[in-house]
């Protein structure tokens, strides 16, 4: 498994040696790019019709409207609500959040988000989003990322876990069941953390193999699925998703499932 941190995250500083931050260098380009390749059968069959959406056709479209130059690069605001959609159905359900963010005005997401992804500073440009209406971090961090695939990570609950994965005594790598508590100070530690492990993976890689923050992303993303997949010969994706959303949120051992399976069926 791979190897992150020796140390919790929460006294980084950027003067951290990139080896560090790879954990002596034990991932590789190859491992993130399988990975990538792997994600299609690990990807949540709920989001079939919104992943091209966040992951290539809204990419596509803010790269086409910075092309045109005519005016500053935004979100509409259905574009946003679409974003909190597949936001939603890839993590945890909160009910209340898709009311907040529809209370937001179409000009109020557009000069939030025009600019947010005008700033300099990627950082500073989230605290532009989280004034939004139910635009928290995790979320600001999506959109910024949408705009910006490249630089910009996504907050997601794997991401972070992954940037935070430490080995116990036994050598064992642990970390996947870390709290979140989705503040700026958390996105910051996923922020530096990844830009310098993706650039430490860059140094070393082929121009056409640079890796990018959305291939982290999806990285983490499959490393915590295959914990809690079993595949099934011929039906790798059916299996593996009605795993992960018998667990939720990609984080109870298989076992407890499989008790809840039994606990269920004893109570009908």
């Not at 791979?2 to 990139?18: A, H, I, Q, Y």
């Not at 910024?144 to 116990?168: A, C, G, T, W, Y």
Request: aromatic share 6%; glycine share 4%; net charge neutral.
């Amino acid at each position: 498994m791979t190897r992150l941190l020796e140390k919790s995250p929460t006294s980084m500083s950027s003067e951290r040696d990139d080896d560090e931050v790879l954990g002596g260098g034990s991932l590789t380009v190859e491992e993130v790019r399988q990975s990538v390749e792997d994600y299609p059968d690990y990807a949540p069959q709920k989001l079939e019709d919104l992943d091209p959406f966040r992951y290539d056709d809204l990419p596509e479209t803010l790269r086409k409207r910075r092309e045109d130059k005519k005016s500053a690069v935004s979100l509409t605001k259905d574009e946003a609500v679409k974003l909190v959609e597949w936001k939603l159905k890839h993590g945890k359900f909160r009910p209340n959040l898709m009311k907040l963010v529809t209370n937001n005005s179409e000009a109020a997401v557009k000069e939030a988000t025009e600019s947010a992804f005008a700033h300099a500073e990627p950082l500073k440009a989230l605290d532009i989003l989280t004034k939004l209406s139910g635009i928290g971090p995790a979320t600001a961090s999506l959109l910024l990322s949408v705009n910006s695939p490249e630089s910009i990570p996504f907050f997601s609950d794997e991401l972070f876990r992954f940037v935070h994965l430490e080995k116990n005594g036994k050598g064992e790598m642990i970390g996947w069941d870390r709290k979140i508590a989705y503040n700026k100070k958390e996105y910051t530690q996923v922020y530096e953390t990844c830009t310098r492990l993706r650039d430490g993976l860059n140094a070393k890689a082929a121009s056409d193999e640079q890796i990018s923050m959305l291939d982290l992303e999806k990285h983490a993303y499959v490393l915590s699925a295959k914990r809690n997949s079993v595949p099934k010969a011929g039906n790798d994706k059916g299996t593996k998703r009605s795993m992960e959303e018998a667990n939720d949120d990609n984080n109870i051992p298989k076992v407890e499932t499989t008790e809840k399976k039994r606990r269920t069926r004893s109570t009908k």
